[in-house]
Structure formats: structure tokens, C-alpha cells
């Protein structure tokens, strides 16, 4: 019974360490963003990639509130995975410190830069007493000096840059598929498609354009820009990853036959 009161202890206090150097509440935070629809970051010669499974749970609700990709700045976009709550206070804290980069030096921040100011401010999380971890974990993407960079941020405080990665449900099997099709000399249309098939690849090989969403920053502008629906189905019918509610159709009329 003493050993379950002390396991319970380490379980529910953030600052503590258990015998074996974890912090709980960290990996719990860690599970939060599994349970998250996946989002996708892929880096290519031309710009950077961001893909996300915006699923929508019922027909009455609106798109448009359904925000998975984010703009920091011009240059640099986010997506998220976990939390939606805590993702869009790490999205304003971004915001906020890519303005005061402007305002104090005069040019805009540099992608890793901004990754670990955030990250410095998850980690607070992680060592003060009576808050909890952030539940969130993002994809950062944008171009610094005509140079595309790709990070990820962890519940931890922890930074990593990637060339191309999966947050999110069924990280595993997309990541195994990145691994496999991922080629540093593709251009950001191929980028764009070797996100959507990943993403099609744990979703039965077939998405709408209205149930994902596309973002990409490109070298030679240096902007962030998200596809439009037009956009996303060319991509997904040139693929041939398109949705058509066949197979909803042809179950329809099999309950009707019955």
C-alpha cells in the first residue's frame, strides 16, 4: 500500500522526478497529443510542407473553426497535434515574440529561434508547481536567408529539427512511410503530394479536400500561404488520393436493397 501511495505521489506532482528520473505528468502530456489528429511536416529544396487531418465531427459545424495550421509570421507557419486549447496559447506566444523580434532588431526571426523561445516556455511548464505540461505538440516550418527549416516541439521543452515528420494519431506508420518515399531533391509541389499520400496512407488511401489542410512556405518568396480547396482536390485527384463517396453511395444502396 506505501509503495502505490508513493507511485500516486510521483503520478500527480509535475516537479517531482520518480525513482526511475520520469516525470509523469510530462509522458501523460505526451499521450495527449497521440490521441491528436496527425499533422504532417515535410522539408524540400523549395520551401517547407505543412499537412493536417482537420476532421470534422459533424456536418453543422463550420470549417473555418476548425484551425490545425497557423501563420506566426510571413515566413513561418505551425501546425499543431494534441490540445487544440493549448495549442492556440503556444500559437499567440509565437505571434507575440515574432513581433517583438521585429520591433527590438529591426528583421523578422529566425525559424529556430522562434522554436526555442517557445520551447523555453513549455518547459517552464514543466518544473513549476500548481500548472501542468502543455498537451500540444507543434510543427514549425518556415525559410531563414532563402533556407527552408523544419522543428518540432515536445511537451517537454525539447526542440528537434527534421527534414520531414508526423505529430499526432498514427505518427509510427506515417513516419515509417516518410522514411520510405522522403527525397531531399523534391520540389514543394512533390512535397505537397508526399505529405497528402502519407496522410492518405493511415486513412484508407483516400482524403477530401475539406477534411485536410495544406500550408506551405516557399524559398522564393519566403511567404506563407494554405492551399484552397480547388488546390488540395487537383493535388488529390492527380494522386489519385481523391475522395469520391463511392464507397458511402454503394453502401446507401446496399441498405436500400435490404
Same mark, same amino acid.
Given at each position: 500500500?506505501?509503495?502505490?501511495?508513493?507511485?500516486?505521489?510521483?503520478?500527480?506532482?509535475?516537479?517531482?522526478?520518480?525513482?526511475?528520473?520520469?516525470?509523469?505528468?510530462?509522458?501523460?502530456?505526451?499521450?495527449?497529443?497521440?490521441?491528436?489528429?496527425?499533422?504532417?511536416?515535410?522539408?524540400?529544396?523549395?520551401?517547407?510542407?505543412?499537412?493536417?487531418?482537420?476532421?470534422?465531427?459533424?456536418?453543422?459545424?463550420?470549417?473555418?473553426?476548425?484551425?490545425?495550421?497557423?501563420?506566426?509570421?510571413?515566413?513561418?507557419?505551425?501546425?499543431?497535434?494534441?490540445?487544440?486549447?493549448?495549442?492556440?496559447?503556444?500559437?499567440?506566444?509565437?505571434?507575440?515574440?515574432?513581433?517583438?523580434?521585429?520591433?527590438?532588431?529591426?528583421?523578422?526571426?529566425?525559424?529556430?529561434?522562434?522554436?526555442?523561445?517557445?520551447?523555453?516556455?513549455?518547459?517552464?511548464?514543466?518544473?513549476?508547481?500548481?500548472?501542468?505540461?502543455?498537451?500540444?505538440?507543434?510543427?514549425?516550418?518556415?525559410?531563414?536567408?532563402?533556407?527552408?527549416?523544419?522543428?518540432?516541439?515536445?511537451?517537454?521543452?525539447?526542440?528537434?529539427?527534421?527534414? =520531414?515528420? #508526423?505529430?499526432?494519431? $498514427?505518427? *509510427?506508420?506515417?513516419? /515509417?512511410?516518410?522514411? %520510405?518515399?522522403?527525397? &531531399?531533391?523534391?520540389?514543394?509541389?512533390?512535397?505537397?503530394?508526399?505529405?497528402?499520400?502519407?496522410?492518405?496512407?493511415?486513412?484508407?488511401?483516400?482524403?477530401?479536400?475539406?477534411?485536410?489542410?495544406?500550408?506551405?512556405?516557399?524559398?522564393?518568396?519566403?511567404?506563407?500561404?494554405?492551399?484552397?480547396?480547388?488546390?488540395?482536390?487537383?493535388?488529390? =485527384?492527380? #494522386?489519385?488520393?481523391? $475522395?469520391? *463517396?463511392?464507397?458511402? /453511395?454503394?453502401?446507401? %444502396?446496399?441498405?436500400? &436493397?435490404?
Amino acid at each position: 500500500m506505501q509503495g502505490q501511495n508513493q507511485q500516486q505521489a510521483y503520478d500527480r506532482g509535475i516537479t517531482i522526478f520518480s525513482p526511475d528520473g520520469r516525470l509523469y505528468q510530462v509522458e501523460y502530456a505526451r499521450e495527449a497529443v497521440k490521441r491528436g489528429t496527425a499533422s504532417i511536416g515535410v522539408r524540400t529544396s523549395d520551401g517547407v510542407v505543412l499537412a493536417v487531418d482537420k476532421r470534422i465531427r459533424s456536418p453543422l459545424m463550420e470549417r473555418s473553426s476548425v484551425e490545425k495550421i497557423h501563420k506566426a509570421d510571413d515566413h513561418i507557419g505551425i501546425a499543431s497535434a494534441g490540445h487544440v486549447a493549448d495549442a492556440r496559447q503556444l500559437i499567440d506566444f509565437a505571434r507575440r515574440q515574432a513581433q517583438v523580434n521585429q520591433l527590438r532588431y529591426g528583421e523578422p526571426v529566425g525559424v529556430e529561434t522562434l522554436t526555442k523561445e517557445i520551447t523555453d516556455y513549455i518547459q517552464q511548464y514543466t518544473q513549476v508547481g500548481g500548472a501542468r505540461p502543455f498537451g500540444v505538440a507543434l510543427i514549425i516550418g518556415g525559410i531563414v536567408n532563402g533556407e527552408p527549416r523544419l522543428f518540432e516541439t515536445d511537451p517537454s521543452g525539447t526542440p528537434y529539427e527534421w527534414k =520531414a515528420l #508526423a505529430v499526432g494519431a $498514427d505518427r *509510427g506508420d506515417i513516419r /515509417d512511410y516518410l522514411e %520510405e518515399h522522403y527525397d &531531399e531533391g523534391m520540389d514543394l509541389d512533390e512535397g505537397v503530394d508526399l505529405a497528402l499520400a502519407a496522410l492518405a496512407s493511415v486513412n484508407d488511401d483516400e482524403l477530401s479536400p475539406e477534411g485536410i489542410g495544406v500550408a506551405t512556405v516557399d524559398v522564393e518568396t519566403e511567404t506563407f500561404g494554405q492551399l484552397t480547396d480547388e488546390e488540395k482536390e487537383a493535388h488529390l =485527384a492527380e #494522386a489519385d488520393l481523391l $475522395d469520391t *463517396g463511392e464507397d458511402a /453511395d454503394d453502401e446507401a %444502396e446496399d441498405a436500400t &436493397e435490404e
